[in-house]
């Protein structure tokens, strides 16, 4: 996971998660699907899914170090997602490739970065809570 405007090692979540609105996070369960092809153009995009996550471990930014996992086709997992005026509730329940379950919870606002013109991806602006369950 390469991100330019981080530096230094740390933790990361990573999850792309399909709104069923174009304008926000919208409040629901999102479920893994391991037949989605997000990135693809011309790829159907399913509300209320995700077909990419991951975490990155003691990961290093600045040389993107190999310490990161993410979900494969025999994944499986939910976001529950609550939104109370601008304040997000996210748990996340997802078991990685190999095996490795991920469970998580975080609260606060998200920033909404504009990345390409047409799509939007929300960034984590206060602390997480992250647990890899062996």
């Given amino acids: 996971m390469a991100d330019t405007n981080v530096v230094g090692k740390g933790e990361y979540v990573y999850v792309e998660l399909q709104s069923p609105s174009l304008t926000e996070l919208v409040s629901g369960t ?35 170090s190999e ?15 609550n939104k109370s005026g601008t304040t997000y509730e996210i748990s996340y329940y997802f078991t990685l490739d190999g095996g490795k379950k991920v469970e998580g919870y975080y609260k606060g606002t998200l920033q909404f970065i504009n990345e390409t013109g047409t799509k939007k991806s929300a960034q984590v602006t206060n602390n997480k809570r992250m647990r890899m369950i062996k």
């Fill in 30 to 64: 999102y479920t893994f699907d391991p037949n989605a092809n997000y990135g693809v153009e011309g790829s159907p995009l399913k509300p209320n899914t995700f077909g990419d996550a991951g975490i990155g471990l003691n990961y290093d930014f600045v040389n993107n």
């Fill in 67 to 81: 310490n990161d996992y993410y979900v494969g086709s025999t994944s499986t997992g939910s976001v529950i997602v």
